[in-house]
């Protein structure tokens, strides 16, 4: 799997959010997105996603151009800004009602899941009683439990205690392992130098510099 990301750009009525960004995305590798808030981060995250169109420029998925076609990236999932759920409904009850969009998992993996993030002992909780940190785990569950070929996760460590994101880092790894796509966007540059193997600097709307590990 490849995305290509060919000279984009996104307008808000009069504002300039991403200006003529190039990028490259392959499998087997987790890429870095770094840059101050408002720097472009998160729409561009949300362009991969297809929840916004660019207003120039074209985003490749294999050489197909999802956008174009009005359709949903396949097997992509993202955690972007703030997750959010019903809040009457407990951990696990979210998860499962999401699982049953495609229903490609039963109940065993979602709870596996959850074990995995340290968060089964909250399957039962109702969602509005969980903390900052146990929101946060709950909508990177929703992201992995289907196993999917691209993982988009904005922040993902905002709010989780230390324990976890060691556990959430090895995943991440062990997922690159599995040939996936992971793109992490943060402010925080020591998760990013541990975890990417490409970084992207974002400045005002535009990639000012690449770098990559040898």
């Given at each position: 799997?490849?995305?290509?990301?060919?000279?984009?750009?996104?307008?808000?009525?009069?504002?300039?959010?991403?200006?003529?960004?190039?990028?490259?995305?392959?499998?087997?590798?987790?890429?870095?997105?770094?840059?101050?808030?408002?720097?472009?981060?998160?729409?561009?995250?949300?362009?991969?996603?297809?929840?916004?169109?660019?207003?120039?420029?074209?985003?490749?998925?294999?050489?197909v151009n999802y956008a174009e076609k009005n359709e949903f990236p396949?097997n992509l999932r993202a955690l972007i800004e703030n997750p959010s759920?019903?809040?009457?409904?407990?951990?696990?009850?979210?998860?499962?009602?999401?699982?049953?969009?495609?229903?490609?998992?039963?109940?065993?993996?979602?709870?596996?899941?959850?074990?995995?993030?340290?968060?089964?002992v909250e399957k039962d909780k109702q969602y509005f009683k969980y903390?900052?940190?146990?929101?946060?785990?709950?909508?990177?569950?929703?992201?992995?439990?289907?196993?999917?070929?691209?993982?988009?996760?904005?922040?993902?460590?905002?709010?989780?205690?230390?324990?976890?994101?060691?556990?959430?880092?090895?995943?991440?790894?062990?997922?690159?392992?599995?040939?996936?796509?992971?793109?992490?966007?943060?402010?925080?540059?020591?998760?990013?130098?541990?975890?990417?193997?490409?970084?992207?600097?974002?400045?005002?709307?535009?990639?000012?510099?690449?770098?990559?590990?040898?």
């Amino acid at each position: 799997m490849k995305i290509t990301v060919k000279n984009l750009s996104k307008k808000f009525k009069r504002e300039n959010v991403l200006e003529n960004v190039n990028a490259t995305f392959e499998s087997g590798k987790i890429y870095g997105l770094v840059g101050r808030n408002g720097s472009g981060k998160s729409v561009f995250l949300k362009i991969l996603c297809g929840f916004y169109k660019p207003t120039d420029g074209e985003v490749l998925f294999d050489d197909v151009n999802y956008a174009e076609k009005n359709e949903f990236p396949p097997n992509l999932r993202a955690l972007i800004e703030n997750p959010s759920f019903l809040p009457d409904l407990t951990g696990f009850e979210n998860l499962e009602l999401l699982a049953k969009i495609q229903n490609k998992i039963d109940e065993k993996q979602i709870l596996k899941t959850m074990n995995d993030l340290n968060l089964l002992v909250e399957k039962d909780k109702q969602y509005f009683k969980y903390s900052l940190g146990m929101k946060q785990k709950l909508g990177i569950a929703q992201v992995l439990m289907e196993n999917p070929d691209i993982i988009i996760l904005d922040e993902p460590f905002n709010g989780v205690e230390e324990k976890s994101v060691g556990v959430i880092k090895k995943i991440l790894l062990e997922l690159k392992k599995e040939n996936k796509i992971i793109i992490l966007s943060s402010h925080i540059k020591e998760d990013i130098n541990e975890l990417a193997d490409v970084v992207y600097f974002f400045d005002n709307g535009e990639v000012k510099r690449k770098n990559e590990k040898e």
